[in-house]
């Protein structure tokens, strides 16, 4: 009998051992760690250039905080601003956050608080993590986990990390409300909202509500708890505060659907042989959302079900491309002015920036102005909204980069952004200036209140690898105006996360082991 309680406990040690390391490997520490391999080499700008702001213009909606603060874009209108001065000239300081232990986690999201404290969104093998930063120490007050994601599981069984890089859904496209609270769809199809409490010294995350979205969204997922799955798998990829009150959610599969968070009614539709892989934009009217197939203008009727304003088909190319989800844009909709909406379609061989008139059109007049073609033939793809910023749009080239655990040939990443105008008479759009900027996957943002737009790129080591810098360039000119060297190596690799800029003008991006923090020095503390 003895023996076989030894067995039984060797065993039960040998089951458990793997969860015990991996609840170990998974932790975050609470201080903040610098990523190995950071640069010392100091930043670099031109001193002929004189900063000064852009005019343009992003409204303030309803159940979201002031432009530049929230969502992953920025603001309702997704126009990838932030109404500050970000980082430039002398006395900038680079700091890093190492997220997770021996796990890797990429910190892809940040939203702000109102009072300047960074909310992060950290994706790792285990599932999606918010963490609540200190910006003066880069200290995780408080974390919350959210479970994890089926593609992440699949991943593993495949041996095909490809898979999670072609699932947006599990909350990366969260929101901060105008009280603080965070709202998104975690992988168990549950609506959350999110509040952070302080009790003296310590901070905390607390779900206010909760919405179980199960009996409107399939969700047969192959998953550690589901191994066989025979149904229908779909997730809920993004969560926005619509024009009408309530919450507005799309799923991958071409669900659309409203929440009504006071009753918690649901309503939806669906978009049959359509995929939805972006964020979407709204404005006080309607919701902005593009298909694999279409751009779309909703609004929701009394019943809450949203409705079609408008559909306007765009060319798709002939398939997936290096740099893309899937056969589709791979931008989210941006707004412009009180006018326009703009996207990038997926055409063969060079993607199209595509301006549409989003309101109801005048007789005779079309829903397109312009379809320009950019970047290089056979060699043109992007996975990464525009810039949206007064008749302007800037667009990074993304083709040749699929991840940054498979990425082998970093000399096949053609690089390139290029700026697109809309004439002011409408006839058309031209483009103004091209970059040969190799900026392989982030999301980049426009400090609005200097004219830089911000980039994250590499050069090529000369030991090997990559060396990687944030990369400002002139709104007006495109002309490089400001290098920030961050790191070596891929764990400084960005990997489709986002660059964002605190209320305050510190810059946030995401890497591979964590973020990266550029700030002024002598900065006073939150």
């Known amino acids: 009998m003895r023996k076989r309680w030894i067995g039984l406990g060797v065993l039960g040690a040998a089951l458990a051992a793997p969860f015990l390391f991996l609840a170990i490997a998974n932790r975050e520490h609470v201080a903040a760690r610098p990523i190995a391999g950071q640069s010392t080499a100091p930043a670099i700008w031109d001193s002929a250039f004189q900063p000064s702001p852009v005019p343009g213009f992003v409204p303030a909606l309803p159940g979201l905080p002031p432009p530049g603060r929230s969502p992953m874009h920025g603001d309702g209108y997704q126009s990838d601003t932030h109404p500050v001065s970000g980082p430039f000239g002398p006395g900038l300081e680079v700091r890093t956050r190492t997220a997770g232990t021996w796990l890797p986690r990429l910190c892809a999201t940040f939203v702000f608080r109102s009072d300047g404290k960074p909310v992060a969104m950290c994706g790792g093998v285990t599932g999606f993590r918010l963490v609540l930063l200190d910006p003066a120490s880069l200290d995780a007050l408080a974390t919350y986990d959210l479970p994890m994601r089926p593609s992440t599981f699949q991943a593993l069984v495949r041996r095909d990390m490809d898979v999670i890089f072609g699932d947006s859904s599990g909350g990366a496209y969260l929101f901060l409300d105008d009280k603080d609270r965070i709202v998104l769809a975690d992988s168990r199809q549950v609506i959350q909202r999110i509040a952070t409490v302080r009790d003296g010294k310590d901070w905390r995350f607390v779900p206010e509500n909760r919405w179980d979205m199960t009996p409107h969204v399939p969700h047969d997922c192959q998953n550690y708890d589901n191994w066989s799955p025979s149904g229908e798998c779909d997730m809920i990829t993004t969560v926005m505060p619509g024009p009408d009150g309530r919450l ?229 000119t495109g002309r490089q105006v400001v290098k920030i060297p961050t790191g070596h190596g891929g764990a400084f690799n960005n990997n489709w996360g986002s660059i964002a800029l605190a209320p305050d003008g510190t810059l946030y991006v995401a890497a591979m082991r964590g973020l990266i923090q550029v700030r002024r020095t002598g900065r006073p503390a939150h």
């Open 248 to 476: 507005w959610w799309v799923t991958r599969q071409g669900r659309i659907g409203t929440l009504d968070p006071a009753t918690g009614k649901v309503a939806q539709t669906r978009l049959a042989g359509e995929e939805i892989q972006n964020a979407f934009a709204v404005d006080d009217r309607a919701a902005y959302i593009v298909s694999d197939h279409a751009q779309y203008a909703l609004t929701a009727g009394a019943d809450g079900r949203p409705r079609i304003l408008w559909r306007h088909p765009y060319d798709r190319g002939g398939g997936r491309k290096v740099g893309s989800i899937n056969q589709g844009s791979g931008t989210t909709p941006t707004l412009i002015g009180d006018r326009y909406v703009t996207f990038a379609d997926n055409a063969d061989p060079r993607i199209n920036i595509v301006v549409l008139r989003r309101g109801v059109l005048k007789p005779g007049e079309a829903r397109e102005i312009c379809r320009v073609p950019v970047f290089t033939p056979g060699a043109s793809a992007t996975d990464n909204s525009m810039i949206g910023w007064g008749r302007s749009i800037i667009l990074e080239n993304n083709a040749g980069f699929s991840n940054g655990f498979s990425q082998k040939d970093w000399g096949a990443i053609e690089g390139g952004i290029v700026r697109v105008d809309i004439r002011e008479d409408e006839s058309g759009c031209d483009i103004v200036w091209t970059s040969p900027l190799v900026s392989p996957s982030v999301v980049p943002k426009l400090a609005t209140g200097n004219g830089i737009a911000y980039f994250y790129g590499f050069d090529a080591a000369p030991g090997g690898g990559q060396d990687w810098s944030i990369v400002g360039l002139d709104f007006r």
